[in-house]
Protein backbone atom coordinates (compact mmCIF):
# COMPACT_ATOMS: atom_id res chain seq x y z
CA UNK A 1 0.00 0.00 0.00
CA UNK A 2 1.08 3.93 -0.35
CA UNK A 3 3.57 4.65 1.95
CA UNK A 4 2.41 8.21 3.75
CA UNK A 5 5.53 8.94 5.43
CA UNK A 6 6.35 13.04 5.28
CA UNK A 7 8.53 12.25 2.29
CA UNK A 8 5.75 10.89 0.47
CA UNK A 9 3.21 13.55 1.32
CA UNK A 10 5.89 15.76 -0.11
CA UNK A 11 6.57 13.54 -2.75
CA UNK A 12 2.81 13.33 -4.35
CA UNK A 13 2.69 16.86 -5.31
CA UNK A 14 5.11 16.36 -7.78
CA UNK A 15 1.77 17.77 -10.06
CA UNK A 16 2.71 21.43 -9.23
CA UNK A 17 6.37 21.63 -9.16
CA UNK A 18 9.61 22.21 -11.31
CA UNK A 19 9.32 20.86 -15.21
CA UNK A 20 7.40 17.93 -14.34
CA UNK A 21 4.62 19.37 -13.29
CA UNK A 22 4.58 22.20 -16.15
CA UNK A 23 4.56 19.84 -18.68
CA UNK A 24 1.97 17.80 -17.16
CA UNK A 25 -0.59 20.38 -16.92
CA UNK A 26 0.26 21.91 -19.77
CA UNK A 27 -0.70 17.98 -20.98
CA UNK A 28 -3.98 18.33 -18.76
CA UNK A 29 -5.24 21.57 -20.05
CA UNK A 30 -4.16 20.49 -23.77
CA UNK A 31 -6.35 17.69 -23.74
CA UNK A 32 -9.55 19.74 -21.75
CA UNK A 33 -9.17 21.91 -24.62
CA UNK A 34 -9.15 19.40 -27.20
CA UNK A 35 -12.01 17.94 -25.48
CA UNK A 36 -13.73 20.32 -25.53
CA UNK A 37 -13.24 21.12 -29.17
CA UNK A 38 -14.57 18.60 -30.25
CA UNK A 39 -17.70 18.38 -28.90
CA UNK A 40 -18.28 22.02 -30.03
CA UNK A 41 -16.94 20.60 -33.37
CA UNK A 42 -19.42 17.78 -34.13
CA UNK A 43 -22.45 20.08 -32.30
CA UNK A 44 -21.79 23.05 -34.57
CA UNK A 45 -21.46 20.82 -37.47
CA UNK A 46 -24.63 18.95 -36.72
CA UNK A 47 -24.16 15.42 -37.94
CA UNK A 48 -27.11 13.37 -39.47
CA UNK A 49 -29.36 12.16 -36.75
CA UNK A 50 -29.04 8.10 -36.88
CA UNK A 51 -32.03 5.86 -36.03
CA UNK A 52 -31.20 5.71 -32.17
CA UNK A 53 -32.02 9.24 -31.91
CA UNK A 54 -34.39 8.56 -34.54
CA UNK A 55 -36.40 6.34 -32.13
CA UNK A 56 -36.97 8.97 -29.57
CA UNK A 57 -37.48 11.81 -31.95
CA UNK A 58 -40.50 10.37 -33.23
CA UNK A 59 -42.30 10.32 -29.97
CA UNK A 60 -40.97 14.14 -28.96
CA UNK A 61 -42.65 15.70 -32.16
CA UNK A 62 -45.61 13.44 -32.21
CA UNK A 63 -46.67 13.07 -27.52
CA UNK A 64 -47.91 15.70 -26.14
CA UNK A 65 -46.41 16.39 -22.35
CA UNK A 66 -48.59 13.96 -20.58
CA UNK A 67 -48.31 11.48 -23.39
CA UNK A 68 -44.01 11.49 -23.06
CA UNK A 69 -44.66 9.91 -19.60
CA UNK A 70 -45.99 7.07 -20.93
CA UNK A 71 -45.24 4.34 -23.73
CA UNK A 72 -43.13 5.67 -26.36
CA UNK A 73 -42.77 4.69 -29.84
CA UNK A 74 -40.23 2.06 -30.59
CA UNK A 75 -40.14 1.11 -26.83
CA UNK A 76 -38.37 3.52 -25.77
CA UNK A 77 -37.51 4.59 -22.14
CA UNK A 78 -36.50 8.23 -21.41
CA UNK A 79 -36.86 10.28 -18.32
CA UNK A 80 -39.80 12.70 -17.68
CA UNK A 81 -37.88 16.14 -17.49
CA UNK A 82 -35.40 15.30 -20.17
CA UNK A 83 -38.23 14.41 -22.49
CA UNK A 84 -40.30 17.31 -21.96
CA UNK A 85 -36.82 19.53 -22.20
CA UNK A 86 -36.73 17.92 -26.02
CA UNK A 87 -40.80 18.92 -26.29
CA UNK A 88 -39.89 22.54 -25.67
CA UNK A 89 -37.16 22.65 -27.67
CA UNK A 90 -39.36 21.08 -30.78
CA UNK A 91 -42.15 23.38 -30.07
CA UNK A 92 -39.41 26.31 -29.89
CA UNK A 93 -36.75 25.68 -33.17
CA UNK A 94 -38.28 22.42 -34.83
CA UNK A 95 -36.26 18.97 -34.92
CA UNK A 96 -33.44 20.77 -36.30
CA UNK A 97 -30.28 18.43 -34.82
CA UNK A 98 -28.75 22.29 -33.18
CA UNK A 99 -32.01 21.94 -30.90
CA UNK A 100 -33.02 18.52 -30.37
CA UNK A 101 -28.72 17.57 -29.14
CA UNK A 102 -28.86 21.15 -26.88
CA UNK A 103 -29.21 19.58 -23.56
CA UNK A 104 -27.32 16.37 -24.31
CA UNK A 105 -23.97 19.31 -25.49
CA UNK A 106 -24.49 21.38 -22.58
CA UNK A 107 -24.46 18.66 -20.16
CA UNK A 108 -21.15 16.94 -21.58
CA UNK A 109 -19.76 20.54 -21.86
CA UNK A 110 -20.55 20.92 -17.94
CA UNK A 111 -19.38 17.53 -17.17
CA UNK A 112 -15.66 18.34 -18.46
CA UNK A 113 -15.95 21.44 -16.22
CA UNK A 114 -17.50 20.47 -13.07
CA UNK A 115 -15.35 16.88 -12.57
CA UNK A 116 -12.37 19.26 -11.98
CA UNK A 117 -13.67 20.70 -8.99
CA UNK A 118 -15.20 17.16 -7.96
CA UNK A 119 -11.38 15.62 -8.59
CA UNK A 120 -9.87 18.23 -6.62
CA UNK A 121 -12.39 17.56 -3.69
CA UNK A 122 -11.98 14.24 -3.60
CA UNK A 123 -8.72 12.86 -4.79
CA UNK A 124 -5.37 13.78 -3.39
CA UNK A 125 -2.27 14.81 -5.43
CA UNK A 126 -2.30 14.93 -8.81
CA UNK A 127 -5.25 12.12 -8.89
CA UNK A 128 -7.60 15.55 -10.80
CA UNK A 129 -5.46 15.70 -13.61
CA UNK A 130 -6.09 12.05 -15.00
CA UNK A 131 -9.67 12.51 -13.97
CA UNK A 132 -10.12 15.29 -15.99
CA UNK A 133 -8.18 13.84 -18.80
CA UNK A 134 -10.23 10.46 -18.65
CA UNK A 135 -13.52 12.57 -18.95
CA UNK A 136 -12.04 15.35 -21.92
CA UNK A 137 -11.01 12.74 -23.92
CA UNK A 138 -13.36 9.65 -23.63
CA UNK A 139 -14.92 8.95 -27.19
CA UNK A 140 -17.97 8.04 -26.02
CA UNK A 141 -18.44 11.14 -23.66
CA UNK A 142 -17.56 12.95 -26.89
CA UNK A 143 -19.94 10.75 -29.26
CA UNK A 144 -22.94 10.96 -26.88
CA UNK A 145 -22.56 14.99 -26.78
CA UNK A 146 -24.03 15.41 -30.20
CA UNK A 147 -26.69 12.77 -29.55
CA UNK A 148 -30.64 13.51 -28.90
CA UNK A 149 -30.05 11.03 -26.19
CA UNK A 150 -29.81 10.97 -22.50
CA UNK A 151 -26.78 9.32 -21.85
CA UNK A 152 -24.69 12.79 -21.88
CA UNK A 153 -27.22 13.52 -18.69
CA UNK A 154 -26.58 10.90 -16.96
CA UNK A 155 -22.85 10.94 -16.49
CA UNK A 156 -23.78 15.02 -15.81
CA UNK A 157 -26.26 14.02 -12.93
CA UNK A 158 -23.51 11.51 -11.77
CA UNK A 159 -20.75 14.18 -11.75
CA UNK A 160 -23.09 17.25 -9.96
CA UNK A 161 -24.88 14.54 -7.67
CA UNK A 162 -20.98 13.44 -6.51
CA UNK A 163 -19.92 17.00 -6.69
CA UNK A 164 -22.80 18.12 -4.15
CA UNK A 165 -21.91 15.32 -1.96
CA UNK A 166 -18.30 16.34 -1.51
CA UNK A 167 -19.03 19.53 -0.75
CA UNK A 168 -21.77 17.89 2.27
CA UNK A 169 -18.89 15.65 3.18
CA UNK A 170 -15.55 18.41 2.70
CA UNK A 171 -17.20 21.71 2.32
CA UNK A 172 -14.51 24.76 3.50
CA UNK A 173 -17.09 26.45 5.51
CA UNK A 174 -20.49 26.31 7.45
CA UNK A 175 -22.12 28.44 4.02
CA UNK A 176 -20.85 26.45 1.51
CA UNK A 177 -21.49 22.68 3.54
CA UNK A 178 -25.10 24.34 3.32
CA UNK A 179 -24.89 24.94 0.17
CA UNK A 180 -24.07 21.02 -0.76
CA UNK A 181 -26.74 20.09 1.49
CA UNK A 182 -29.47 22.26 -0.14
CA UNK A 183 -28.03 20.99 -3.92
CA UNK A 184 -28.47 17.12 -2.39
CA UNK A 185 -31.78 18.08 -1.30
CA UNK A 186 -32.47 19.53 -4.62
CA UNK A 187 -31.48 16.50 -6.69
CA UNK A 188 -32.94 14.05 -4.16
CA UNK A 189 -36.35 15.61 -5.62
CA UNK A 190 -35.54 15.85 -9.55
CA UNK A 191 -33.02 14.10 -10.60
CA UNK A 192 -34.42 10.90 -10.73
CA UNK A 193 -36.53 12.39 -13.09
CA UNK A 194 -34.14 13.42 -15.23
CA UNK A 195 -31.47 10.72 -14.85
CA UNK A 196 -33.10 7.39 -14.07
CA UNK A 197 -29.57 5.57 -12.96
CA UNK A 198 -29.36 8.78 -10.59
CA UNK A 199 -31.08 7.32 -8.13
CA UNK A 200 -27.88 4.10 -7.83
CA UNK A 201 -25.75 7.92 -7.10
CA UNK A 202 -27.85 9.53 -4.94
CA UNK A 203 -27.77 6.24 -3.07
CA UNK A 204 -24.32 6.45 -3.29
CA UNK A 205 -24.28 9.64 -1.91
CA UNK A 206 -26.80 9.09 0.57
CA UNK A 207 -24.90 5.95 2.57
CA UNK A 208 -21.99 8.15 2.52
CA UNK A 209 -23.76 11.01 4.62
CA UNK A 210 -24.68 8.58 6.78
CA UNK A 211 -20.90 7.37 7.69
CA UNK A 212 -20.20 10.65 7.91
CA UNK A 213 -23.01 11.67 10.78
CA UNK A 214 -22.51 8.29 12.07
CA UNK A 215 -18.95 8.77 12.48
CA UNK A 216 -18.98 12.46 13.59
CA UNK A 217 -21.90 11.73 16.36
CA UNK A 218 -23.73 14.67 14.85
CA UNK A 219 -27.62 14.52 15.10
CA UNK A 220 -28.24 16.81 13.26
CA UNK A 221 -26.02 15.32 10.13
CA UNK A 222 -28.15 12.04 10.97
CA UNK A 223 -31.43 13.91 10.70
CA UNK A 224 -30.75 16.00 7.35
CA UNK A 225 -29.48 12.78 6.21
CA UNK A 226 -32.96 10.77 7.02
CA UNK A 227 -34.64 13.89 5.42
CA UNK A 228 -32.62 13.77 2.06
CA UNK A 229 -33.07 10.17 1.80
CA UNK A 230 -37.12 9.95 2.53
CA UNK A 231 -37.09 12.63 -0.10
CA UNK A 232 -35.17 10.37 -2.66
CA UNK A 233 -37.23 7.50 -1.91
CA UNK A 234 -40.33 9.33 -2.79
CA UNK A 235 -39.26 10.91 -5.65
CA UNK A 236 -38.11 7.60 -7.42
CA UNK A 237 -41.35 6.10 -6.77
CA UNK A 238 -43.09 8.68 -7.92
CA UNK A 239 -41.17 8.51 -11.34
CA UNK A 240 -41.29 4.80 -11.09
CA UNK A 241 -45.32 4.64 -10.84
CA UNK A 242 -45.78 7.69 -13.43
CA UNK A 243 -43.24 6.73 -15.84
CA UNK A 244 -40.74 3.87 -15.54
CA UNK A 245 -42.98 1.76 -15.18
CA UNK A 246 -45.53 2.56 -17.89
CA UNK A 247 -42.54 2.83 -20.31
CA UNK A 248 -41.02 -0.93 -19.52
CA UNK A 249 -41.77 -3.68 -22.17
CA UNK A 250 -41.80 -7.09 -22.66
CA UNK A 251 -39.78 -6.65 -25.84
CA UNK A 252 -36.92 -4.88 -23.73
CA UNK A 253 -36.83 -6.77 -21.05
CA UNK A 254 -36.12 -9.56 -23.23
CA UNK A 255 -33.17 -7.83 -25.32
CA UNK A 256 -31.25 -6.87 -21.99
CA UNK A 257 -31.85 -10.40 -20.82
CA UNK A 258 -28.41 -11.91 -21.94
CA UNK A 259 -26.51 -9.49 -19.93
CA UNK A 260 -27.83 -10.12 -16.67
CA UNK A 261 -25.92 -12.54 -14.41
CA UNK A 262 -26.55 -16.25 -14.15
CA UNK A 263 -27.36 -16.37 -10.77
CA UNK A 264 -26.78 -20.20 -10.49
CA UNK A 265 -23.34 -20.63 -11.68
CA UNK A 266 -20.57 -18.80 -8.60
CA UNK A 267 -18.21 -18.76 -11.03
CA UNK A 268 -20.38 -17.51 -14.13
CA UNK A 269 -21.68 -15.10 -11.24
CA UNK A 270 -18.32 -13.49 -10.86
CA UNK A 271 -17.49 -13.40 -14.11
CA UNK A 272 -20.13 -11.36 -14.84
CA UNK A 273 -18.94 -9.04 -12.31
CA UNK A 274 -15.56 -8.53 -13.08
CA UNK A 275 -16.14 -8.24 -17.12
CA UNK A 276 -18.89 -5.85 -16.29
CA UNK A 277 -16.26 -3.69 -14.66
CA UNK A 278 -13.62 -4.01 -17.11
CA UNK A 279 -17.10 -3.21 -19.89
CA UNK A 280 -17.50 0.03 -17.49
CA UNK A 281 -13.93 1.10 -18.07
CA UNK A 282 -13.55 0.09 -21.49
CA UNK A 283 -16.45 2.32 -22.57
CA UNK A 284 -15.39 5.39 -21.17
CA UNK A 285 -11.57 5.02 -21.91
CA UNK A 286 -11.52 3.30 -25.40
CA UNK A 287 -9.97 -0.25 -24.70
CA UNK A 288 -8.67 0.07 -21.29
CA UNK A 289 -10.98 -1.44 -19.44
CA UNK A 290 -8.28 -3.44 -17.53
CA UNK A 291 -5.64 -1.02 -16.28
CA UNK A 292 -8.46 1.49 -15.57
CA UNK A 293 -10.09 -1.12 -13.15
CA UNK A 294 -6.49 -2.40 -12.04
CA UNK A 295 -5.76 1.41 -10.79
CA UNK A 296 -9.13 1.63 -9.48
CA UNK A 297 -8.64 -1.37 -7.20
CA UNK A 298 -5.55 0.43 -6.17
CA UNK A 299 -7.61 3.80 -5.44
CA UNK A 300 -10.58 2.36 -3.79
CA UNK A 301 -8.27 0.90 -1.29
CA UNK A 302 -6.09 4.23 -0.81
CA UNK A 303 -9.56 5.74 -0.56
CA UNK A 304 -10.84 3.50 2.53
CA UNK A 305 -7.56 4.42 4.35
CA UNK A 306 -8.08 7.78 3.97
CA UNK A 307 -11.38 8.75 3.06
CA UNK A 308 -13.74 6.50 4.14
CA UNK A 309 -17.26 8.73 3.23
CA UNK A 310 -16.17 9.50 -0.66
CA UNK A 311 -15.16 5.10 -1.11
CA UNK A 312 -18.47 4.57 0.33
CA UNK A 313 -19.94 7.38 -2.12
CA UNK A 314 -18.06 5.67 -5.27
CA UNK A 315 -18.73 1.92 -4.25
CA UNK A 316 -22.13 2.00 -2.69
CA UNK A 317 -23.73 3.82 -6.59
CA UNK A 318 -21.59 0.78 -7.91
CA UNK A 319 -23.30 -2.01 -5.44
CA UNK A 320 -26.49 -0.56 -5.98
CA UNK A 321 -26.06 -0.50 -9.51
CA UNK A 322 -24.68 -4.23 -9.57
CA UNK A 323 -27.77 -5.07 -6.94
CA UNK A 324 -30.43 -3.65 -9.50
CA UNK A 325 -28.96 -5.83 -12.54
CA UNK A 326 -28.72 -8.75 -10.35
CA UNK A 327 -32.26 -8.65 -9.61
CA UNK A 328 -32.88 -7.69 -13.47
CA UNK A 329 -34.01 -4.70 -12.89
CA UNK A 330 -31.46 -2.62 -14.76
CA UNK A 331 -28.77 -3.65 -17.40
CA UNK A 332 -25.19 -2.64 -16.64
CA UNK A 333 -24.23 -2.60 -20.90
CA UNK A 334 -22.71 -0.61 -23.20
CA UNK A 335 -24.61 2.78 -22.99
CA UNK A 336 -26.93 2.32 -20.11
CA UNK A 337 -23.30 1.88 -17.97
CA UNK A 338 -22.26 5.04 -19.16
CA UNK A 339 -23.38 6.99 -16.19
CA UNK A 340 -21.00 4.77 -13.83
CA UNK A 341 -17.78 5.51 -15.68
CA UNK A 342 -17.07 8.65 -13.42
CA UNK A 343 -16.94 5.62 -10.26
CA UNK A 344 -14.27 4.45 -12.19
CA UNK A 345 -12.34 7.45 -13.72
CA UNK A 346 -12.08 8.49 -10.06
CA UNK A 347 -11.31 5.21 -8.29
CA UNK A 348 -8.70 4.70 -10.83
CA UNK A 349 -7.31 8.50 -10.89
CA UNK A 350 -6.72 7.81 -6.72
CA UNK A 351 -5.12 4.61 -7.95
CA UNK A 352 -2.73 6.50 -10.39
CA UNK A 353 -1.43 9.03 -7.54
CA UNK A 354 -1.21 6.46 -5.21
CA UNK A 355 1.52 4.75 -6.94
CA UNK A 356 3.28 7.72 -8.54
CA UNK A 357 3.57 9.59 -4.89
CA UNK A 358 5.06 5.79 -4.01
CA UNK A 359 8.12 5.32 -6.55
CA UNK A 360 11.29 7.12 -6.63
CA UNK A 361 11.84 10.13 -9.13
CA UNK A 362 14.08 7.92 -11.16
CA UNK A 363 10.84 5.37 -11.96
CA UNK A 364 8.29 7.98 -11.80
CA UNK A 365 8.77 9.29 -15.43
CA UNK A 366 8.82 5.82 -16.72
CA UNK A 367 5.29 4.81 -14.73
CA UNK A 368 4.04 8.15 -16.29
CA UNK A 369 4.99 7.28 -19.60
CA UNK A 370 3.19 4.20 -19.04
CA UNK A 371 -0.29 6.10 -17.60
CA UNK A 372 -0.05 8.52 -20.55
CA UNK A 373 -0.48 5.57 -22.96
CA UNK A 374 -4.18 4.66 -21.16
CA UNK A 375 -5.80 7.93 -22.88
CA UNK A 376 -3.56 8.25 -26.07
CA UNK A 377 -5.70 6.51 -28.65
CA UNK A 378 -8.85 8.54 -27.36
CA UNK A 379 -6.69 11.75 -27.88
CA UNK A 380 -6.10 10.79 -31.48
CA UNK A 381 -9.65 9.90 -32.44
CA UNK A 382 -10.84 13.40 -30.32
CA UNK A 383 -8.59 14.99 -32.62
CA UNK A 384 -9.94 13.58 -35.28
CA UNK A 385 -13.67 15.14 -34.25
CA UNK A 386 -11.74 18.53 -33.92
CA UNK A 387 -11.02 18.28 -37.24
CA UNK A 388 -13.93 16.24 -39.28
CA UNK A 389 -17.46 16.13 -38.78
CA UNK A 390 -18.98 12.12 -38.36
CA UNK A 391 -22.37 11.54 -38.22
CA UNK A 392 -22.49 7.98 -37.00
CA UNK A 393 -24.97 7.48 -40.11
CA UNK A 394 -25.00 9.51 -42.92
CA UNK A 395 -28.88 9.21 -43.73
CA UNK A 396 -29.35 13.29 -44.03
CA UNK A 397 -27.43 12.58 -47.21
CA UNK A 398 -28.73 9.80 -48.47
CA UNK A 399 -32.25 10.92 -48.36
CA UNK A 400 -30.74 14.27 -50.32
CA UNK A 401 -29.31 11.71 -53.00
CA UNK A 402 -32.27 9.83 -53.83
CA UNK A 403 -35.26 12.99 -53.61
CA UNK A 404 -33.03 14.56 -56.33
CA UNK A 405 -32.67 11.75 -58.18
CA UNK A 406 -36.44 10.78 -57.50
CA UNK A 407 -39.05 10.11 -60.06
CA UNK A 408 -42.99 10.78 -59.51
CA UNK A 409 -43.61 7.25 -58.37
CA UNK A 410 -41.23 5.52 -57.31
CA UNK A 411 -40.77 3.59 -53.95
CA UNK A 412 -38.77 3.85 -51.06
CA UNK A 413 -37.53 1.27 -48.33
CA UNK A 414 -35.29 1.59 -45.13
CA UNK A 415 -35.17 -0.75 -42.18
CA UNK A 416 -35.36 2.29 -40.17
CA UNK A 417 -38.63 4.57 -41.30
CA UNK A 418 -38.15 6.59 -38.25
CA UNK A 419 -34.94 8.31 -39.14
CA UNK A 420 -37.03 9.23 -42.75
CA UNK A 421 -40.20 10.75 -40.81
CA UNK A 422 -37.98 12.83 -38.30
CA UNK A 423 -36.40 14.73 -41.78
CA UNK A 424 -39.70 14.55 -44.47
CA UNK A 425 -42.75 13.38 -42.02
CA UNK A 426 -44.63 10.48 -43.58
CA UNK A 427 -44.54 9.70 -46.90
CA UNK A 428 -47.22 7.65 -48.72
CA UNK A 429 -44.03 6.35 -50.88
CA UNK A 430 -42.11 4.97 -48.20
CA UNK A 431 -42.47 0.98 -47.51
CA UNK A 432 -42.66 -0.11 -44.01
CA UNK A 433 -39.72 -1.03 -42.14
CA UNK A 434 -39.91 -4.66 -42.26
CA UNK A 435 -41.91 -5.83 -45.90
CA UNK A 436 -42.40 -8.74 -46.97
CA UNK A 437 -40.81 -10.22 -50.10
CA UNK A 438 -44.09 -10.30 -51.77
CA UNK A 439 -44.70 -7.11 -51.13
CA UNK A 440 -41.20 -6.10 -51.85
CA UNK A 441 -41.46 -8.17 -55.35
CA UNK A 442 -44.97 -6.90 -56.18
CA UNK A 443 -43.38 -3.21 -55.86
CA UNK A 444 -40.58 -4.08 -58.13
CA UNK A 445 -42.59 -5.58 -61.23
CA UNK A 446 -44.26 -2.29 -61.68
CA UNK A 447 -42.50 0.72 -60.07
CA UNK A 448 -38.70 1.54 -59.38
CA UNK A 449 -37.68 0.83 -55.94
CA UNK A 450 -35.07 3.05 -53.91
CA UNK A 451 -33.05 1.29 -51.14
CA UNK A 452 -30.86 2.84 -48.09
CA UNK A 453 -29.79 -0.04 -46.13
CA UNK A 454 -26.83 -0.74 -44.32
CA UNK A 455 -23.60 -2.42 -46.04
CA UNK A 456 -24.83 -5.87 -44.39
CA UNK A 457 -28.18 -6.02 -45.82
CA UNK A 458 -27.94 -9.17 -48.19
CA UNK A 459 -27.10 -10.89 -45.52
CA UNK A 460 -29.50 -9.62 -42.77
CA UNK A 461 -32.54 -9.63 -45.45
CA UNK A 462 -31.57 -12.87 -47.38
CA UNK A 463 -34.92 -13.74 -48.78
CA UNK A 464 -35.56 -10.07 -50.04
CA UNK A 465 -32.07 -9.88 -51.91
CA UNK A 466 -32.74 -12.96 -53.50
CA UNK A 467 -36.20 -11.71 -54.98
CA UNK A 468 -34.42 -8.17 -55.80
CA UNK A 469 -31.93 -10.06 -57.90
CA UNK A 470 -33.98 -12.36 -59.80
CA UNK A 471 -36.35 -9.85 -60.47
CA UNK A 472 -33.86 -6.94 -61.65
CA UNK A 473 -30.48 -8.16 -61.46
CA UNK A 474 -27.86 -5.70 -60.30
CA UNK A 475 -28.46 -2.76 -59.05
CA UNK A 476 -29.47 0.08 -61.65
CA UNK A 477 -27.74 2.80 -59.39
CA UNK A 478 -25.47 2.12 -56.58
CA UNK A 479 -24.39 4.76 -54.26
CA UNK A 480 -22.55 4.76 -50.84
CA UNK A 481 -22.30 7.12 -48.40
CA UNK A 482 -21.21 7.03 -44.39
CA UNK A 483 -22.17 3.99 -43.09
CA UNK A 484 -25.10 3.36 -45.97
CA UNK A 485 -25.74 2.05 -49.23
CA UNK A 486 -28.19 3.44 -51.78
CA UNK A 487 -29.87 1.20 -54.42
CA UNK A 488 -31.88 1.50 -57.42
CA UNK A 489 -33.82 -1.37 -58.59
CA UNK A 490 -36.23 -1.50 -61.55
CA UNK A 491 -37.30 -4.79 -63.11
CA UNK A 492 -35.51 -5.91 -66.48
CA UNK A 493 -37.42 -5.65 -69.98
CA UNK A 494 -38.19 -9.21 -70.96
CA UNK A 495 -36.04 -10.85 -73.42
CA UNK A 496 -37.54 -10.55 -76.86
CA UNK A 497 -37.43 -13.48 -79.69
CA UNK A 498 -33.51 -13.56 -81.17
CA UNK A 499 -32.38 -11.54 -78.22
CA UNK A 500 -29.22 -12.42 -76.42
CA UNK A 501 -30.34 -11.53 -73.11
CA UNK A 502 -30.65 -13.42 -70.35
CA UNK A 503 -34.35 -14.74 -69.12
CA UNK A 504 -35.39 -12.60 -66.24
Not at 109 to 135: D, E, H, K, N
Amino acid sequence: MCDDSEDRIQDRHYCHRGRASKFLLCAVYFAIGVGLAARLKQYIGTPSYWYDEAYLLVSISTKSYGELLGPLRGFQASPPLFSWALRALYELAGASEWAMRLPAFLASMATVVLIIPLARRTLSGSGWCWAAVFCALSRHAIVHSYEAKVYSVDVFATVVTFLSGAICLKGYSHRERTFGWGMVFVLASIAPWLSYPSVFVLGGVSASLFVDGFRHRSPNRLVAWFAMSSLLVLSFASVYIFAIRIQTSDYMTSYWQPFFPNLTSAVDSLRWFIETLVHIGTYGTTGMGWPLLGFAVLGFARLVQRDVATAVMLAGTLILAFAAAIFRLYPLHDRLAFFAVPCIWLGAAAGIDCLLSSVSARWRFVLLTVVLAIPANDLILALQYVAVVKPRVDFRSAFDFVHARRRSGDRLWLPFTEVYEVYHGIDSHLLPSHPSPDQIEQVVRSQRLWLIVAPNAPQTYPTIFSRLKRLAGTPHLHHTVRGLEIMLFQTRPEAKPGNRQNPP
